[in-house]
């Protein structure tokens, strides 16, 4: 868990340690595996399952305003080779101002 909340902390040094568990909890499985893990912002059909899935069915966003946000986070962790998909997640609620209902 420390890990998750030391790269959520690098985008956003006052992230909730709870909001950061609870996403970690809905990942569940997938962060065992390190391909499913990361989220590849190159794969167009992995951002848009981001948006159907992370924003559409967990945050109630679709539309514009899902892949504006999944834009905007594959910009500010552009630096980032290999981008967790517990931050990604994070970020991504973040920018919908969803991080209070997680």
């Known amino acids: 868990m420390s890990d ?10 006052s ?5 950061v568990a609870k996403i970690v909890r809905h990942l ?4 065992r595996n390190r391909d499913s ?3 590849s912002a190159s794969d167009s059909g992995e951002l848009a399952r981001v948006e159907e899935k992370w924003c ?3 945050l ?8 504006q946000a999944v834009d905007a986070v594959c910009e500010i962790m552009a630096g980032e080779r290999a981008k967790s998909r517990v931050t990604f997640y994070y970020l991504v609620a973040r920018e ?7």
């Open 56 to 58: 559409g069915k967990k």
């Open 37 to 39: 893990s990361l989220v």
């Open 4 to 13: 998750y909340i030391e790269n959520v902390r690098k985008y956003d040094a």
């Open 96 to 102: 919908l101002g969803k991080l209070d209902t997680l």
């Open 28 to 31: 569940g499985i997938a962060l």
């Open 60 to 67: 109630g966003v679709i539309g514009p305003a899902a892949k």
């Open 15 to 19: 992230a909730d340690e709870a909001v």
